[in-house]
């Protein structure tokens, strides 16, 4: 089993930053991509990006210039950094980790419990 524990959320103004990390427990971090994934209420789970094991990223077209996502192998850490925020981004953001990985929810095998980000106007 991997367990997976977000932090960083919090309430930002518009325009504001933040980075979120993902630490993973276990040591097999690197052979797995990870995801992040984000719901605000009354909305499906939508993806926002990932890493490969490579090192290797990408991001949804909405987000991209505004968020970077990275990975810290050494530290089994995965991190998002969202800048230029908007308060469409307000959600529940979770990561999760997949042996293949993709741009689905059925793809991860493993869910952190979320943490939430609320951008005001």
């Known amino acids: 089993q991997v367990q997976l524990v977000e932090s960083g959320g919090g309430l930002v103004q518009a325009g504001g930053s933040l980075r979120l990390s993902c630490a993973a427990s276990?040591?097999?971090?690197?052979?797995?991509?990870m995801g992040w994934f984000r719901q605000a209420p009354g909305k499906e789970r939508e993806f926002v990006g990932i890493?490969?094991?490579?090192?290797?990223?990408y991001l949804k077209d909405s987000v991209k210039g505004r968020f970077t996502i990275s990975r810290d192998n050494a530290k089994n850490t995965v991190y998002l950094q969202m800048n230029s925020l908007k308060p469409e981004d307000t959600a529940v953001y979770h990561c999760?980790?997949?042996?293949?990985?993709?741009?689905?929810?059925?793809?991860?095998?493993?869910w952190g419990r979320g943490t939430q980000v609320t951008v005001s106007s």
């Open positions: 276990g040591r097999t971090f690197s052979s797995y991509a």
């Open positions: 999760a980790a997949s042996r293949v990985g993709g741009a689905t929810a059925s793809a991860y095998d493993y």
């Open positions: 890493t490969w094991s490579s090192g290797n990223t």
